[in-house]
């Protein structure tokens, strides 16, 4: 379909209004990724012989949480167009039958609703798992997922972890007891975006209940359901990478993301303490019966540096070396340690504030291992093919 097809109007444009619609292009609605353009969002643009531009643009639903940026993105664009004087924007709701067709150029013909991670998608996903809680999976998640997407890939990321979702307050999703929801556009959930990265958690759907004070108390049907949905009903579009922050431990929602997503690839969090190591191996063997392949291990916590160089070795050393070797034999091959994370103060703080060390402070010691990690796993490449590159040791 092009552009004309889906924007009648600009078949028959003037140059000065083809101008403008040039420009529209350049509008990316910001939960989707893709040209308003594209996605028939623009209803009518009308260029006077003074250079005066009225742009008319429909959001999916009354109350779109990205209507503000949409309207400012319009009205900038439309008003850098050449011969433009002046720009005025106006928005309006579509209808039912907009919102059908708009959803149908959002994920494809039909707009059928499917898996959209399965064995023969181009993405890479991959869950990271630890064998008990407290090791800082989550941080270290959130801070690859937008290490990522500052490489320039397209990321999407699960906060798997039901019971303990963090990933939210540590992305600046939730402040001050609000947290930002997701957009439903019928029976498709579009995820807020965050620092480049699509995200979705449990913590998005507790209404007005302030996720600090709000405790989710599921059975394992009930888990396996919500992994479902996430992966079915909430639309990340084309991506890269798919993370998956899951839950300490074995138990249901481990072996749910094994059903579901068989072909995904495994990154194991610890720390350096032996008994650490013990319990993430753990994890990583239930995954590897699900037919998942482990790519590497990340030891978190690895040592606290003083102003004078030296480290003091908080939680002892070698635990990440020995969940790499202990994961490490003929049938599947070297599994490499991608990196040791030291504890460091502003990386803890850039958590609690919502604005990631990997991007304000990219130099400290923690956040620049965080990136070293995000590039070792970037190498591996996308697709099908990229998952039996390895990871060249470094």
Do not use: Y
């Given at each position: 379909?092009?552009?004309?097809?889906?924007?009648?109007?600009r078949?028959d444009?003037?140059?000065?209004?083809?101008a403008?619609?040039?420009?529209l292009?350049?509008?990316?609605d910001?939960?989707?990724?893709?040209?308003?353009?594209e996605?028939?969002m623009?209803?009518?643009?009308?260029?006077?012989?003074?250079?005066a531009?009225?742009v008319?643009?429909l959001?999916?639903i009354?109350?779109?949480?990205?209507?503000?940026?949409i309207?400012?993105?319009?009205?900038a664009?439309a008003?850098?167009?050449?011969?433009?004087?002046?720009?005025?924007?106006?928005v309006?709701?579509?209808?039912?039958?907009?919102r059908?067709?708009f959803?149908?150029?959002v994920?494809?013909p039909g707009?059928?609703?499917?898996?959209?991670?399965?064995?023969?998608?181009?993405?890479r996903v991959?869950?990271?798992t630890?064998?008990?809680g407290?090791?800082?999976k989550?941080?270290?998640?959130a801070?690859?997922a937008v290490?990522l997407?500052q490489?320039?890939?397209?990321?999407?990321?699960?906060?798997?972890?039901?019971?303990?979702?963090?990933?939210?307050?540590?992305?600046?999703?939730?402040r001050?007891?609000?947290v930002t929801?997701?957009t439903?556009?019928?029976d498709m959930?579009l995820?807020?975006?965050?620092?480049?990265?699509?995200?979705i958690?449990?913590?998005?759907?507790?209404?007005?209940?302030?996720?600090?004070?709000?405790?989710?108390?599921?059975?394992?049907p009930?888990?396996?359901?919500?992994?479902?949905?996430f992966l079915?009903?909430?639309?990340?579009?084309?991506?890269?990478?798919l993370?998956?922050?899951?839950p300490?431990?074995?138990?249901?929602?481990?072996?749910?993301v094994?059903?579901?997503l068989?072909?995904?690839?495994?990154?194991?969090?610890?720390t350096p303490?032996?008994?650490?190591?013990?319990?993430?191996?753990r994890?990583?063997?239930v995954?590897?019966?699900?037919?998942?392949?482990v790519?590497?291990?990340v030891?978190?916590?690895?040592?606290?540096?003083q102003?004078?160089?030296?480290v003091?070795?908080?939680?002892?050393?070698?635990?990440?070396?020995?969940?790499?070797e202990r994961?490490?034999?003929?049938?599947?091959?070297?599994v490499?340690?991608?990196?040791?994370?030291p504890?460091?103060p502003?990386?803890?703080?850039g958590?609690?504030s919502?604005?990631?060390?990997v991007l304000?402070?990219?130099?400290?010691p923690?956040?620049?291992?965080?990136?070293?990690v995000?590039?070792?796993v970037?190498?591996?490449?996308r697709?099908?093919?990229g998952r039996?590159?390895?990871?060249?040791?470094?």
């Open positions: 379909m092009t552009a004309a097809e889906i924007t009648p109007g078949a444009a003037s140059p000065s209004e083809r403008v619609w040039d420009a292009d350049r509008v990316r910001p939960e989707i990724m893709r040209p308003i353009t996605l028939g623009v209803q009518d643009v009308t260029v006077s012989e003074d250079g531009t009225s008319s643009i959001l999916t009354a109350g779109c949480p990205a209507a503000r940026r309207e400012a993105d319009t009205q664009a008003a850098s167009a050449a011969g433009v004087t002046a720009a005025t924007v106006d309006g709701v579509m209808t039912p039958t907009e059908r067709a959803t149908e150029r994920r494809g707009g059928a609703r499917a898996q959209q991670f399965g064995p023969d998608s181009l993405t991959i869950t990271v630890s064998g008990k407290g090791v800082g989550s941080s270290l998640t801070g690859l290490a997407a490489q320039g890939l397209t990321v999407g990321l699960i906060d798997a972890d039901i019971f303990g979702f963090s990933i939210p307050g540590i992305l600046g999703l939730s001050d007891g609000h929801q997701p439903r556009v019928d959930i995820p807020p975006v965050a620092h480049g990265v699509k995200v958690s449990i913590g998005m759907f507790l209404g007005e209940a302030d996720p600090r004070t709000t405790a989710v108390s599921w059975r394992g009930m888990l396996h359901r919500t992994i479902e949905q079915r009903d909430v639309w990340f579009g084309d991506l890269d990478v993370l998956l922050d899951l300490p431990g074995t138990g249901d929602i481990a072996i749910s094994g059903q579901l068989p072909h995904a690839e495994v990154l194991v969090v610890t303490q032996e008994a650490a190591a013990d319990v993430a191996v994890s990583a063997l995954a590897r019966q699900t037919g998942q392949r790519i590497g291990v030891e978190n916590m690895a040592g606290l540096v102003p004078d160089g030296t003091i070795d908080i939680f002892g050393s070698g635990g990440g070396a020995l969940v790499a994961l490490s034999d003929e049938e599947h091959g070297t490499p340690l991608l990196g040791s994370v504890l460091s502003d990386f803890r703080a958590g609690d919502g604005d990631p060390a304000t402070d990219p130099a400290d923690a956040a620049a291992q965080v990136i070293h995000a590039q070792r970037a190498s591996l490449g697709g099908l093919a039996s590159l390895g990871i060249a040791t470094r």
